[in-house]
Nanobody
């Protein structure tokens, strides 16, 4: 059974940092792409970052470039999203999802949710002012 479990969310002050984890089971990260998405209350889901093991590409949504860093630890079957310089507008539930085809990661990867086969339940990130 494929499972994605996110963790690492929490309540932080503006300017703080968090490292989110997406632990996978039931498959390996070989040749897949993993996307991170977020959904704030009353807003639509938006993609923030993607990483492809197939070709090594990464992609970031413009508003998070320079503040978010996506990485993988294939030995642990885990994808990380390092979030620095947090802003109140980053408050959302953050979820990861797997694209079994493997990418490449482009802007399409952040908006075409149908690319993704499995989704995690999410972890809450709340940024206080």
């Amino acid at each position: 059974e494929v499972q994605l479990v996110e963790s690492g969310g929490g309540l932080v002050q503006t300017g703080g940092s968090l490292r989110l984890s997406c632990a996978a089971s039931g498959f390996t990260f070989d040749d897949v792409a993993i996307g991170w998405f977020r959904q704030a209350p009353g807003k639509e889901r938006e993609g923030v970052s993607c990483i492809s093991d197939r070709d090594g590409t990464t992609y970031y949504e413009d508003s998070v470039k320079g503040r978010f860093t996506i990485s993988t630890d294939n030995a642990k079957n885990t994808v990380y999203l390092q979030i620095d310089s947090l802003k109140p507008e980053d408050t959302a539930v953050y979820s990861c999802a797997v694209d079994s085809y493997g990418g490449p990661c482009t802007g399409i990867s952040l908006v075409d949710f149908d690319l993704y086969d499995y989704w995690g339940q999410g972890t809450q990130v709340t940024v206080s002012t």
